[in-house]
């Protein structure tokens, strides 16, 4: 009975979309093996991927004043909410040329150690590889950092897409990561980046803006304002 009931409310929530608190006024048509909900933000689980399709999180300018955590000391682990047929470790990205890439990133929630240790849970992370993640997806971050700073807060979807193969465990490498920056003024500041040591280490963010259009149609998402679906 109980996975008969697991198994509607998962039907349900795929019909209708994927929405979140951190991403008031719009829904993602978006297909999720499992939908995670953390204090810090709502992740979007592909059970074939073993990995986050994407990550929603808000960033409050507030939060990123003051003191803050240091990263050091802490442990990548795994989600336990997650089938443990369907998860990723720690070890299946060991010496394989990937780094263990955050979706919501420790930066933006390391005002609180308890947020920060979620955004270690192996369920927020993706194969990345080191020169995009420590160059080119470091500055992208700190750029929505300093929007939210600039605005008072933004909503944020990361996610990745596509596959180059696969990682130990048949853990997905995506073959793109994109980020969607959505400001309180109704406007998006969007990236799209290959999953690429090449070219990364002197990459400007602003060489990989990207439209909306075309980060829906690369990586098969809808964002889609509520009030549209309505009035359809």
Known sequence: MKKLITGLLLAVSLSFGF???FLPGYTIDAKCSQILHKKAFDICYSYADKSPKFVVYEIEGDNLRGTHYKRKGMRFKPD??????????????????FDRGHN???????YNKTLQKETFLLSNISAQKPQLNRRLWS?????????????????????VCGSLGHIKNNVNIPAYWYKLILLPNGKMVSFLAPNT???MSKAKAKDYLSDIETIEKTCNIKLLKQKDILSD
């Open 19 to 21: 929405e979140s608190d």
């Open 80 to 97: 336990y909410q997650i089938p443990i047929k369907y998860r990723n470790y720690t070890k299946d990205f060991s010496h394989t040329g």
């Open 104 to 110: 919501a990133p420790n930066g933006s929630f390391n």
């Open 139 to 159: 500055k992208i971050e700190r750029f929505s950092r300093m929007q939210a700073l600039k605005y008072g807060s933004v909503s944020v979807v990361t996610g």
């Open 197 to 199: 040591n090449r070219g």
